[in-house]
C-alpha cells in the first residue's frame, strides 16, 4: 500500500511540473507597442519585464532564435511562419498577429516565403554566407511598388537573408541567419529587426 501511495505521490509531480511547463508564455509585441505574456490557452496579460536589449548592426541578435516547422510535413501554418514585427512564431487565437505574418519556411521544399498577405508587397534577400559579426551595414531592399507575389529562396546554412516587410500596416527591414536546417522538416533562424537604410 505504502509504493503505491509513494507511485500516485510521484505521478502527481510530474503532472505538476508537466502543467507549469506548459503554462510557459510567449513574449510578444501588440500593434500598439503594449509587451505582452501570451499563454497557450489564447489568454494573454501585460508584460511587466524589462524588455530586451536591442543589439546594434554587427552584434549577436538579441533575443531572436526560433525554429520553423516545414509546413507541408506538418500541415501547421503557425508552427511554419514566424512575426519578426511581435516576435513570435505561435500565436493561438491570432490575437497579435492577426493572421499576418513575416516569413514562411517550408510551403515546397526548403523555400523561405514572404508573401503572406493580398495586399504583401514584402521583399526577400539571400546575402550569402555571413555571421552576424560581418554584418556591417544593411543594403535597401525597396518593397514592390503594388502587391506582388515574391518569390522564395531556399534555406541555407550560414547564409544570411534581408526581409523588407511591407504591407499596409507595417514597413521595416529585418536580418536572419539561418542556423540549423533539417531537410523538408525545420529550420532554425536568429533574427533581428535592423533599422531601415
Not at 529585418?174 to 540549423?180: G, I, N, S, Y
Request: with cysteine; hydrophobic share 35%; aromatic share 8%.
Amino acid at each position: 500500500m505504502r509504493h503505491l501511495f509513494m507511485a500516485g505521490f510521484v505521478m502527481l509531480q510530474i503532472l505538476c511540473a508537466y502543467s507549469i511547463l506548459a503554462q510557459t508564455p510567449t513574449r510578444g509585441v501588440t500593434e500598439a507597442g503594449q509587451r505582452v505574456l501570451l499563454f497557450s490557452d489564447g489568454t494573454w496579460k501585460p508584460d511587466v519585464s524589462k524588455p530586451p536589449k536591442a543589439s546594434p548592426i554587427g552584434k549577436p541578435p538579441s533575443p531572436g532564435r526560433i525554429t520553423l516547422l516545414a509546413r507541408t510535413k506538418y500541415q501547421d501554418y503557425q508552427k511554419a511562419t514566424f512575426s519578426f514585427e511581435h516576435g513570435i512564431r505561435d500565436d493561438p487565437g491570432l490575437k497579435l498577429t492577426m493572421n499576418d505574418w513575416d516569413l514562411q519556411f517550408g510551403n515546397g521544399g526548403d523555400a523561405l516565403d514572404v508573401t503572406m498577405v493580398t495586399d504583401d508587397r514584402s521583399r526577400i534577400k539571400d546575402l550569402g554566407a555571413m555571421k552576424w559579426s560581418n554584418v556591417r551595414k544593411v543594403p535597401e531592399l525597396p518593397a514592390h511598388p503594388v502587391p506582388t507575389r515574391e518569390p522564395g529562396v531556399p534555406a541555407v546554412v550560414g547564409h544570411m537573408y534581408l526581409v523588407h516587410t511591407r504591407d499596409s500596416n507595417s514597413d521595416f527591414y529585418a536580418l536572419f541567419r539561418v542556423e540549423e536546417l533539417v531537410h523538408g522538416d525545420s529550420c532554425t533562424i536568429t533574427w533581428k529587426i535592423v533599422p531601415n537604410p
